[in-house]
């Protein structure tokens, strides 16, 4: 098996860039997007010491779960070519396995991941709630074999472990670092490496700040709290408003940002930053997660609602 250093001691550092100075308050966007073209920004951490861990286990296969435009699914499938692993997706959604082909024309991320040798193990909605349970897993386990198992969404401490080299000493002069919140697992590791001035903020693409027990249980700090108001009604949803703001600031600052996480994030440090949330001369930092490789799938789920597609470079140029 080849070993998984020739993806992960590539280059891990990133740009801060300048983004703008809003009502006196500066925002900086670290850049995790541009560590890899395939396994990018929060993914390309939480799957380094997992990786790691198959390769000290001597496993051969890497399992993981997922929805059907999952970031993850995209990036363990990738990760596992790269570094020699046989990948095992299993997807929410059965009627997606009734015609895999049907399925792979329609949606890019399953294409990704399959042309990337990943098999997929499609399973009802009611059986993906199970996910965790020890039955489901050793059900998994007699089907596939003595596989590596990924959590959902990448985070369980090895996620944490590599998302804690996000922060450079550098990054010590800035107020305030702030992310987008999915599983808990990249806050909760840039809460680790932070420092005691810092105040971290996550913005959470779910309703609710139900994931708080699960990032104290990996953060070992106190200086962090959820911003709740900048979900736009939920997971992946979107409206017209928040395309817009990714559509310009796109045209604006040259940086692609996705519906899901980032958009959300920095729509909503926007927004905190021209009503007085934070003090004048506050230093912001914003990572950029990466998590672009979804948004050809959310055009065209933005087509059948009738909405503004999100503008891409590729589509910009034809």
């Known amino acids: 098996m080849s070993q998984p250093a020739n993806l992960f001691t590539s280059s891990a550092k990133v740009p801060n860039q300048f983004i703008a100075e809003v009502n006196g308050v500066s925002i900086h966007l670290k850049r995790e997007d541009l560590l890899h073209p395939e396994v990018s920004g929060n993914k390309f951490r939480k799957l380094k010491y997992n990786i790691t861990e198959a390769t000290s286990q001597k496993r051969q296969i890497l399992l993981t779960f997922g929805g059907a435009y999952s970031n993850h699914i995209a990036a363990t499938a990738a990760a596992g070519k790269i570094s020699g692993f046989k990948t095992i997706g299993v997807i929410r959604g059965e009627e997606l396995g009734e015609d895999l082909e049907k399925t792979l024309q329609e949606n890019p991320t399953l294409r990704f991941a399959h042309g990337c040798g990943m098999e997929f193990h499609f399973v009802s909605r009611s059986d993906y709630r199970e996910k965790t349970s020890e039955a489901f897993i050793e059900d998994l386990r007699k089907q596939f074999g003595d596989f590596y198992l990924v959590p959902e969404g990448g985070t369980n401490e090895f996620a944490v472990q590599g998302c804690e080299e996000i922060l450079t000493p550098q990054d010590a002069e800035f107020d305030v670092i702030c992310c ?88 909503g440090i ?47 140029s034809i």
Request: glycine residues 12%; proline residues 3%; charged residues 20%.
């Open 180 to 267: 987008a919140v999915g599983t808990g697992g990249t806050i909760s590791g840039i809460i680790n490496a932070s420092e005691e001035h810092q105040q971290v903020l996550g913005f959470p693409a779910l309703k609710g700040d139900f994931l708080k027990p699960e990032i104290a249980r990996f953060s070992k700090k106190n200086n962090w709290d959820l911003i709740t108001n900048y979900h736009f009604g939920g997971y992946a949803k979107v409206d017209e408003k928040l395309i817009n703001f990714i559509n310009d600031f796109r045209s604006r600052y040259g940086i692609q940002l996705d519906s899901v996480y980032t958009g959300k994030l920095l729509y």
């Open 270 to 316: 926007f927004d905190l930053a021209r009503t007085g949330y934070f003090l004048e001369n506050t230093h912001i930092l914003a990572i950029h997660t990466g998590g672009l490789q979804g948004i050809a799938g959310m055009n065209k789920v933005l087509k059948m609602k009738n909405l503004p597609p999100i503008l891409t470079y590729d589509e910009s």
